[in-house]
């Protein structure tokens, strides 16, 4: 057996498959992909319909030798048969015993016995239900890969008067490197020259630019801003932020919970039923064929094919609605979650700093000093003049004209509006003056001075949605939701501030990925859990919840390590996503039940004599039949999906 890295697998000319562990500490094994292609269920249902349709003609239309007509019968059992048995024989040798493994010992039965068409239609049903199965599964994850990608391959490193490219891995600690504007900063460091700003949002979960002066810290994978900054080295790639979240994600990738599915948990007991009564059958009546006959009625399609049926529909349904289902599992675990825990920034709140308060100071009207900070910040970057020219066009103010204007790093921004000398600036840079100032508060601030004189303490929050505090006060009573967390990588009065607006008293704050990666790893350890998020930082939690949901598309990586995608960012999607799996369910379980229940009619039938073999299987063609167009419902369209 070949064990290969993870970038070998994408660079070889192999499929690679479930089976060993590779490098990555990726579960998997090389094949020749000639060989794969073969014994992949879609290629194997494709080849017996084929099979089968030559055989049928060979022995009806041209009278063909028994030779001739079984052949493309034993090609079947050779070429599609093996493939499947080998894993279930697998599967019995770790103990796991699913409904999958009746259709096996159908396909033996028949094959022992002759009945080699029968034995071809039971695999037509096995490979077809996994078949379906497969298409709506999720693909191989390549968070790892996603992660991998964003970062940059190389770095500017600086030495004397020169200034080269090197691979990230030869970068030195104590090197000097230049990030330039909208690079993604390759290692942790310290500024030593230049001024700027960085967007931290996809590793802390902050909303808003970082300022960068000499001193300060950077971390890998921050996006830069527009002007080029100086930086010194302090910890080597691998063992930088991003390559730690790299390693958290590995982490909670191979220690994700297993999901005990939907077939399986009916098939535990619908199986021995099915081998108990043909067992029963074949000795009172010394008949072989009824053994076979009961196994052939019995063979779980409801399990094989309609519960993929109505999972593929679900998806289809979620997908018209902006929903991406990326792993089926999530439409049988989300109604049953009973812990949801949310990241605050672009989750319960829309991820920008909204202006929420102006305080002026004596003999200033808040309109003018409105108008006039919007007036300047006009001509300003700063991610916090958006928030105030928004407010001052909805508040229908005209804007100004401004001259000298002057935004030195560090010092805020200053101009002329009208006749009267603006300046902005932050608490800090005039803590040395006697003012007198509003108290600190949660959320960010800037101070404004009009003629040098105090005017104004604008005030910005990352507001909630509006549908936050209804969307969290109905999940207990619409679905059983036991606990609601806050678990954020924001400072603690941010997180305080929101979670008494939206009405949630379990929080955290200030967390790493790790210790995001923890409390959630604990809490599906006590029931399962539903994680939102939407930053790189939240990737590794989602791994670690029974069940991950990504809110929008800010980023490839936690769209990657989520079981589901919602690209509109709307809690009533979330709603409408639970909505749609119980639906699911519900549907599944009438078509599983309900074409069981026809199964165990038609056993007791081939039980006593009444159906042959080959009756069994198109007794059990006719049940498949109904069950399926049952579980193609879901994909129907429907009433509103939310109750909030």
Not at 134 to 157: N, T, Y
Not at 314 to 323: D, E, T
Not at 557 to 567: C, M, Q, R, Y
Request: charged content about 20%; aromatic content about 6%; glycine content about 6%.
């Amino acid at each position: 057996m070949t064990v290969i890295t993870l970038q070998d697998c994408q660079a070889c000319d192999h499929t690679i498959v479930l089976g060993s562990r590779c490098a990555a500490g990726r579960a998997q094994v090389e094949r020749p992909k000639v060989l794969a292609a073969w014994t992949k269920p879609n290629n194997i249902a494709l080849f017996t319909i084929a099979g089968i349709l030559l055989h049928l003609f060979l022995r009806y239309f041209l009278n063909s030798s028994r030779i001739a007509w079984q052949a493309p019968l034993v090609a079947i059992l050779i070429i599609g048969g093996v493939p499947l048995l080998v894993p279930l024989t697998q599967k019995l040798l770790t103990r796991e015993f699913g409904s999958d493994h009746l259709a096996g010992i159908s396909i033996i039965t028949s094959v022992i016995l002759g009945e080699y068409l029968v034995a071809a239609i039971v695999i037509l049903m096995l490979s077809g239900g996994t078949a379906l199965e497969q298409f709506a599964s999720r693909r191989a994850s390549s968070v790892l890969d996603a992660l991998a990608k964003r970062m940059p391959q190389a770095a500017h490193r600086q030495s004397a008067n020169n200034l080269s490219d090197v691979e990230l891995k030869d970068v030195a600690i104590g090197d000097l490197l230049v990030v330039f504007p909208h690079e993604i900063c390759p290692v942790d460091g310290v500024v030593v020259d230049g001024h700027g700003k960085m967007n931290e949002a996809y590793l802390t979960g902050e909303p808003f630019e970082i300022a960068k002066t000499p001193g300060s810290q950077v971390l890998s994978g921050s996006i830069n801003g527009d002007a080029a900054l100086h930086i010194r080295t302090e910890k080597l790639a691998i063992d930088s932020r991003y390559a730690r979240i790299m390693q958290v994600m590995k982490d909670a990738e191979q220690r994700r919970p297993h999901i005990r599915r939907l077939g399986d948990k009916l098939g535990a007991w619908y199986t021995p039923l099915a081998l108990s009564l043909a067992g029963i059958a074949w000795a009172v009546s010394g008949e072989s064929y009824r053994f076979l006959a009961v196994l052939v009625v019995a063979t779980p399609c409801p399990l094989l094919i309609s519960i993929p049926v109505a999972v593929i529909g679900a998806i289809s349904l979620s997908a018209r609605r902006g929903i991406i289902i990326k792993n089926p599992a999530v439409l049988e675990q989300i109604d049953r979650c009973r812990t949801l825990i949310f990241d605050k920034t672009g989750t319960l709140t829309y991820g920008t700093p909204s202006l929420s308060e102006i305080l002026c100071a004596p003999g200033f009207a808040k309109d003018e000093v409105l108008r006039v900070t919007a007036s300047l910040e006009h001509y300003s970057k700063h991610p916090l003049s958006r928030a105030i020219l928004e407010a001052a066009q909805n508040a229908n103010l005209p804007v100004e004209h401004v001259s000298e204007i002057s935004e030195r790093p560090g010092e805020g921004l200053k101009g002329t509006v009208g006749q009267r000398t603006v300046w902005i600036t932050s608490r800090r840079k005039v803590i040395d003056r006697p003012l007198v100032l509003p108290p600190v508060a949660p959320g960010l601030e800037c101070l404004l001075f009009v003629d040098d004189v105090y005017a104004a303490t604008f005030r910005f929050h990352d507001m909630p949605r509006a549908e936050s505090r209804t969307f969290i006060k109905h999940l207990s009573p619409r679905h059983a939701v036991s606990r609601v967390l806050i678990v954020s990588g924001d400072r603690d009065q941010e997180v305080r501030h929101l979670a008494k607006q939206v009405g949630i008293t379990e929080l955290y704050s200030a967390k790493s990925p790790e210790d995001k990666v923890a409390i959630v790893r604990k809490e599906a350890a006590q029931a399962p859990t539903l994680f939102l998020g939407d930053g790189i930082n939240d990737a590794p939690a989602m791994q670690a919840a029974t069940v991950g949901v990504a809110f929008g598309v800010q980023s490839d990586i936690t769209s990657e390590a989520a079981d589901a995608v919602i690209l509109e960012t709307s809690l009533g999607r979330v709603d409408e996503l639970i909505h749609i799996a119980r639906r699911m369910r519900r549907i599944a379980f009438q078509s599983a039940i309900g074409g069981m229940a026809l199964s165990i009619l038609g056993m007791f039938a081939a039980a006593f004599g009444y159906l042959p073999p080959m009756g069994g299987a198109i007794a059990q063609e006719i049940i498949d039949l109904a069950a399926v167009l049952n579980a193609v419902r879901v994909a129907l369209p429907t009433h509103s999906l939310t109750d909030f």
